[in-house]
């Protein structure tokens, strides 16, 4: 009875293993995308930063037309950047935290039944 118990312990660890293993890919996964919209938010940013920069000195140099053309496109990279990284950190934000919620639930339900088994008087 023993060993019986204990290949089934055995045998339900593994089950919960890989159920956990493949929740926190699919969090995994779920994350990189985030973090790669984030990546993306910081690259437009950067664009805008410098194609506003260019309009600045277009600007100064009396070049209305060229100017405000720069500013324009100025102004799409910024918005385009931040539309990325507010959709970046909403799905960090739905991946987290890094923990297999789902086995967590499963082995408090396993070890439950297993605590009511055991609490059960022996048949006299």
């Known amino acids: 009875m023993v060993q019986t118990v204990s290949e089934q312990a055995v045998v339900l660890a ?3 293993l890989e159920l956990a293993r493949q929740e ?3 969090k ?3 994350a990189a995308g985030g973090a790669a919209m984030l990546g993306g938010a910081a690259l437009l940013g950067t664009l805008a930063a ?3 920069t260019a309009g600045v000195v277009l600007l100064l140099s009396r070049r209305p037309g060229p100017s405000a053309a720069a500013l324009g496109v100025a102004g799409v990279y910024a918005v385009g950047g931040a539309g990325l990284a507010q959709e970046g ?6 991946a987290a935290p890094p923990v297999p919620e789902e086995t967590v639930e499963s ?3 396993n070890l439950g039944s297993i ?4 609490a059960k008087p022996a048949p006299d």
């Open 14 to 16: 593994r089950k919960e």
């Open 50 to 52: 410098g194609t506003g």
């Open 24 to 26: 926190l890919t699919a």
């Open 107 to 109: 082995v408090k339900e």
């Open 89 to 94: 950190i909403s799905r960090l934000r739905s």
């Open 28 to 30: 995994a996964r779920h």
């Open 115 to 118: 605590k009511k088994k055991r």
